[in-house]
């Protein structure tokens, strides 16, 4: 009979069935006659169905790894709104500067009417109108 060290390193080549004719012949026979060997056997059966939910794990991981990159786009598109914001807050901020500065050269302006106002709309100073 074929020794244990010598079938053990093909037991897993059985059992997936990759193993040729002679050699699945010499392992079938070892194993007819070897409990230590069939014990070995039973394990990686045990194992296989860990296994292969390792494999279906990966495609876990992809979905992860996919909501990972959602997440990261949605963080610059936010990242990139604050920067508008900021960016909108401080034309504001100059219009507002340049309006009073307009306002101090020029007293007139203040009363001005604006350009866009139409023929029927009552008249109102542009100090009125206010950037929103
Ligand atoms: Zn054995």
Redesign the pocket.
């Known amino acids: 009979?074929?020794?244990?060290d010598e079938?053990?390193p093909r037991l897993a080549a059985w059992l997936d069935g990759e193993l040729g004719d002679v050699d699945r012949q010499t392992v079938d026979n070892?194993?007819a006659?070897?409990?230590?060997?069939?014990a070995?056997v039973h394990g990686y059966r045990a194992i296989k169905p860990a296994v292969v939910l390792d494999t279906s794990a990966n495609g876990l991981w992809d979905a992860v790894a996919a909501r990972i990159d959602e997440a990261d786009t949605i963080t610059a598109l936010l990242t990139e709104l604050r920067q508008m914001r900021d960016e909108m807050r401080g034309l504001r901020a100059e219009v507002a500067d340049l309006r009073s500065e307009l306002a101090r050269r020029s007293p007139a302006y203040t009363t001005r009417t604006s350009p866009f106002s139409f023929p029927d709309a009552p008249e109102r100073p542009l100090s009125q109108y206010r950037l929103v």
């Open positions: 009979m074929t020794r244990c079938i053990r070892h194993l006659g070897c409990v230590d060997c069939t070995v």
